[in-house]
């Protein structure tokens, strides 16, 4: 069984300012990574993920995830956050056996500050 | 990618009353799922179809539910008689074959409110 951790609830960041959000992850086997986002009254979207190879993964919007299987993380940055990046921000895993169901944190909201 | 709609986006109903929740259009996709979301909650799996038969469900996914696809490109979670508790948000999402890390589709979702 996998499980998902967003420890921060809740994320109040000044305009330009960086910003990471924390993921941790339990799995009794391999997974996949992702971040999804979810911008008011839509619907979830993918922002990056992470399969295998460089654990450095860069997504959409400027976000950039970096994989760190002995702390069992995958945390989500940005470098400089927009208005534009106020949403829920949700953190997931899936199996890499044959489960296709997605793992999902309880998210983050990400308010940005003027 | 085109978009996931659902519909309605905001359902009331009574408690012991039947809904159907629809994922409209839908094609050239063979793999679905629906997804939850209780107020305040993670988004939690509640079932998966593929070939016009559920794929994998969660313990949530009792007999009160059921999907379908009535029509080759609708796809419906109905839950018969709804209880307080099935109050929530719920997700359609197409996506690819299983294990491959594939992205998921979502629709903006539909806020069911049972009172």
């Known amino acids: 069984a996998q499980s998902v951790t967003q420890l921060d609830s809740q994320v109040p960041v000044f305009e330009e300012a960086p910003v990471e959000l924390r993921c941790n992850y339990s799995?009794?086997?391999?997974?996949?990574l992702f971040w999804y986002v979810q911008y008011p009254n839509q619907g979830l979207q993918l922002l990056l993920k992470?399969?295998?190879?460089?654990?450095l993964v860069k997504g959409i919007n400027g976000f950039e995830a970096e994989f760190n299987k002995s702390q069992t993380s995958f945390h989500l940055r940005k470098p400089s956050v927009h208005i534009s990046d106020t949403a829920e921000y949700f953190c997931?895993?899936?199996?890499?056996?044959?489960?296709?169901?997605?793992?999902f944190g309880k998210g983050t909201r990400l308010h940005i500050l003027p | 990618e085109p978009e996931v709609t659902q519909t309605p986006s905001h359902q009331v109903t009574q408690m012991g009353q039947e809904v159907i929740l629809r994922c409209v259009p839908i094609?050239?996709?063979?793999?679905f799922y629906w997804y939850r979301q209780i107020l305040g909650q993670k988004v939690e799996f509640l079932v998966s179809?593929?070939?016009?038969?559920?794929?994998?469900k969660s313990e949530i996914f009792d007999d009160q539910f059921s999907v379908e696809r009535p029509d080759g490109s609708n796809f419906t979670l109905k839950i018969r008689s709804t209880k307080l508790e099935d109050s929530a948000m719920y997700f359609c999402?197409?996506?690819?074959?299983?294990?491959?890390?594939?992205?998921?589709?979502f629709g903006p979702g539909t806020r069911l409110t049972v009172l």
């Open positions: 094609s050239n996709h063979l793999y």
């Open positions: 179809f593929y070939n016009n038969e559920i794929s994998e």
């Open positions: 999402a197409k996506g690819g074959p299983p294990g491959g890390g594939n992205e998921q589709f």
């Open positions: 997931a895993v899936t199996s890499r056996n044959r489960d296709d169901k997605i793992i």
């Open positions: 799995s009794s086997v391999s997974v996949y």
């Open positions: 992470y399969l295998s190879g460089s654990t």
